[in-house]
């Protein structure tokens, strides 16, 4: 069993930037494909960033690729999404989530989910 805590989140102005993060508990941390999806009220939720477990695959969805970057330190056990230039629709609830399997965008290829931070950007 993997629990995932995210922080980080918050207020921002447009152009702004946050970095979240995520700390899992569990020897296993190391093993995991690790990822960030968000949710916009009204919206289905979607794939933002993955990482692979050794940090050497990592997938951007196209809305953050450029502006973000995922990373890991399996030594703290914790998964990072570092956001710059952020907009008004990058505004949504970010998860991190955990996967036993290999690096996928799909959120159903997930096993485990945080409760959720809140990103808010101010246009």
């Known amino acids: 069993q993997v629990q995932l805590v995210e922080s980080g989140g918050g207020l921002v102005q447009a152009g702004g930037s946050l970095r979240l993060s995520c700390a899992a508990s569990?020897?296993?941390?190391?093993?995991?494909?690790m990822g960030w999806f968000r949710q916009a009220p009204g919206k289905e939720r979607e794939f933002v960033a993955a990482?692979?477990?050794?940090?050497?695959?990592?997938y951007y969805a196209d809305s953050v690729k450029g502006r973000s970057t995922i990373s890991r330190d399996n030594a703290k056990r914790t998964v990072y999404l570092q956001m710059n230039s952020l907009k008004p629709e990058d505004t949504a609830v970010y998860y991190c989530?955990?996967?036993?399997?290999?690096?996928?965008?799909?959120?159903?290829?997930?096993?485990?989910w945080g409760q959720g931070t809140q990103v808010t950007v101010s246009s």
């Open positions: 989530a955990a996967s036993t399997g290999g690096i996928s965008t799909m959120y159903h290829d997930y096993n485990y």
């Open positions: 569990g020897r296993r941390f190391t093993t995991y494909t």
């Open positions: 990482i692979s477990w050794s940090g050497g695959r990592i």
